[in-house]
DNA sequence: CCTCCTATTAACGTATGCACTATTTTGTCT
DNA sequence: AGACAAAATAGTGCATACGTTAATAGGAGG
């Protein structure tokens, strides 16, 4: 048995692919995602490195996947700067993402869902109604998405799961800013639980129209909140 | 002066970011798409690296990039594998595709578009007849690519070209490896000619119509594309 | 004082080096 | 000979090193 010179980090875990790139890559997300990272904020890969105890290889890669989904550009020389979600970008995920809503939930009434995940879309439902009861906004954030993702993610079409998401997750971007600038989002219950009884009884057509009418009131708020928050195109 | 020995590689180029990473990217994403590099196809990164005259450094950025969209895997001692285009995939991309050209096609209704930009849609439609009289499949092929793309690009949602893009160089993909087994597209050039008048006459209902009804007729017709080829899920 | 040119610095993009580990190969024992 | 253990091998993932170049600072000239 040949003696190696264990340096350091002793590499406890052993299954996966990736560890420093993976933590890397989910930790400036999240940070993009939650606002600590600031759009325009910028930071070079060194910085990052050092922050995140690992060297530049690793944090690179997962700048590189970063750019790759808009969150961040890599500017030649002053490492990555986070993107602004300009009203234009905003509008336009709202826009693609009510398509592929609409057929997810088209696709949902198509077939028959099991009790159970019928029960899932119930409590997401619910737990929308309860952070409203307590004017929790946050919370009610929350909750929406929750209910997004598991609409699109119950539709089966894993292509569509994918690219929905990762517009979802921008959205939840755009909302944590937003939150504080909206209205109470009386309607938003009340239209998800008409898709869902929608689904319930099998009828795509109510279903994508009830959906349908939901985003053009939305997209018509979306441009007041655009106002308020001063985000220009 | 300090007189630096220039070792190699006189970095002729100027202008833009990443050479290296950015030319490993296109050339392994093209022998994919082009089918050089068949499904289940395995190459090491040194391989490559080796291939294309770099390091491992910049071939490796281009694997990261190629893997989160899906069209290798990393499998971690074995370097990269080519990702099969699975039945269910296909379908998949299709349909989410389906939505997503419905909704360009019914904004490009929505507003008036240039003469010029009805001229280069009109010139994509002659091109696909052409090849169709010279019964050249191949032609005919890239000619629907490009209506297709085309079509999106005008669209003027950069976030839905972005998306749409990609799923439609996927279906090239698949459209290269299917073409041989596909009757001859008659109807294609019939609907596509008739969208394209929908939406000189700004007629979003009817686009929507037509392109809905081409999408449903090819998704019958890919059952049989993909039993001939005897790809399953 | 402002402008232009030069020298320095700093950061990226790429290359190379290294340790860890899954796989394969070799050798021994039954 | 077949099965199991031990060692060699090979390839990734990460760290580090290096050359190039954009940005900046400093100095000279107008």
Redesign the interface.
Known sequence: MIEKPVLESSMADAGS?NRQ?EIAYARIKDAVIRGEFAPGHQALEQELALRFGMSRTPV??AL??LA?ERYIE?V?RRGMRVSALSA??IR??N??LG??E??AAERLASRKLTAEELAQLDAAIAAMDRALENEDLTAWSEADYHFHRLLVELCG????IG?ATQ?LEKAHRFRIISTPQRSRPVYSNVNHAAVVEAIRRGDPQTAVEIHRSHKRRWSRELTDVLDRLGIDE
Chains 1, 2 share one sequence.
Do not use: D, F, K, S
């Open positions: 692919a790139a690179r890669e590189v996947r790759q890599l030649p234009r970008e336009e995920i826009e693609v398509g592929l609409a057929q079409n894993r292509t569509l690219i517009l």
